[in-house]
């Protein structure tokens, strides 16, 4: 997969302790669960690039169409985020653009990874993340205009 400069390889040790910790004085389950409902709050104020188009549920194409790549285009307000998706047995490759006025800074989220994996973007809204495991994936954008800074996240999709 693709990443930024900011890859978490967790310490074997810190690791083992941790371990060692949680044994001995165990989270209680409210506390946790009250940790994973504030952990959701954290993107309250970003915007929704929904799912606007979907190859795989094209039904004019569905007899048509056969293995290539995956279509997924999301829209926001002034944003529209146009992502191709190439199947490679258990990992996906992915490359599109960013189409929005100002810079842009992209997150891929995916619950098989402890943080999101940092992609690159080019001058003209390109990016690609190749090795990306087959489930749920969801992009966050950062956006720099001259409106200010925003942030929009898409719908989560399965790829």
Request: net charge negative; hydrophobic share 45%; aromatic share 4%.
């Amino acid at each position: 997969m693709t990443t930024g400069p900011d890859d978490h390889h967790p310490d074997p040790l810190l690791e083992a302790l941790a371990a060692a910790l949680r044994e001995r004085d165990p989270v209680p389950p409210e506390v946790v669960a009250a940790a994973h409902e504030t952990f959701t709050w954290r993107t309250i104020d970003d915007e929704l690039a929904a799912l606007a188009y979907d190859s795989a549920l094209d039904e004019t194409l569905a007899g048509v169409r056969g293995a290539g790549p995956r279509a997924l285009s999301f829209e926001a307000p002034d944003v529209v985020i146009e992502v191709e998706v190439v199947e490679g047995g258990a990992a996906r490759a992915m490359r599109g653009q960013v189409v929005a006025s100002g810079a842009a800074r992209l997150e891929l989220h995916h619950p098989a990874s402890p943080s999101p994996l940092t992609l690159e973007v080019d001058h003209l809204g390109r990016f690609r993340a190749d090795g990306v495991p087959a489930g749920p994936v969801r992009l966050r954008c950062r956006l720099a205009g001259a409106a200010g800074s925003r942030v929009v996240t898409t719908d989560w999709v399965v790829v």
